[in-house]
């Protein structure tokens, strides 16, 4: 109990440290700031070892042998080039031959670079095929769409609303980002206005999503503070 007592205190006074930094920046807050960023760098050199380096790169180096009626893997040596490569970028605090470590950020820009196109494609292709919505509905007995009932590939009455909304807003979207010529004609200048105006509405719904997302996090702190530790802790040892 005292224990827990202990843990659950430390845990309310790093949450109202943090937390003080809406009043201002002292060294309170400093300090729990200053230990929420060594835990983290702590936690994310553990992670990259475990999540990363030894399963893709130790793991291969090595192999592994046949145990328990695995199939014994054969080690890829290769993957030692690696190791002298990425020590290379810790030269970068040398300041004899921090040169060297511009090699690896060399070797890594090229091969990001290569694969842009494929990762360009597989982020944004299913997204432009899908900008692309019939408009006309074949589907007149009913306005909704009925579900498991609905017709292959129906297009009811709200559907295609639906996807003439998207479509009008799309074309004001993309007619805003026209940088390059002057705009004269009166319809698409319009559509730009409209363009601005839906872009804001975007954003002002995005800021709402990130807002809500901060509520959310300060409620489970002070669900944390006030719950678990005031009332089902503290109350309980006063004989409340």
Known sequence: MNYLFLKLTVGVIATLGLYSVLYRETRFYRLFEHVFLGLAVGWSCTALWTETLHQLWYSKMIGSAAENGNVAIPGMWAYAI?????????????????????????????????QQVQVWWNRYGDQIGNSIRPI?????????????????????????????????????????????????????????????????????????????????????????????????????????
């Open 136 to 240: 006309i509905p074949n589907q007149w007995d009913s306005l909704l769409h009925p579900g498991a009932n609905a017709v292959p590939n129906g297009i009811y009455v709200t559907q295609a609303f639906n996807n003439i909304v998207f479509t009008v807003t799309l074309l004001c979207v993309m007619s805003y980002f026209l940088f390059s010529f002057e705009i004269k004609n009166k319809f698409v200048s319009g559509m730009t206005v409209w363009g601005r105006w839906l872009l804001m509405v975007g954003f002002g719904a995005i800021f709402g999503s990130t807002v809500m997302t901060r509520f959310t996090l300060l409620i489970d702190r002070m669900y944390f503070v006030w719950i678990e530790w005031f009332r089902d802790t503290i109350l309980p040892m006063v004989g409340m």
């Open 82 to 114: 690696l190791l002298p490569i990425g020590l290379m970028a810790y030269l970068v605090f040398s300041q004899k031959h921090n040169w060297i470590s511009r090699i690896p950020i060399g070797i890594i820009l090229g091969l990001w670079a290569g």
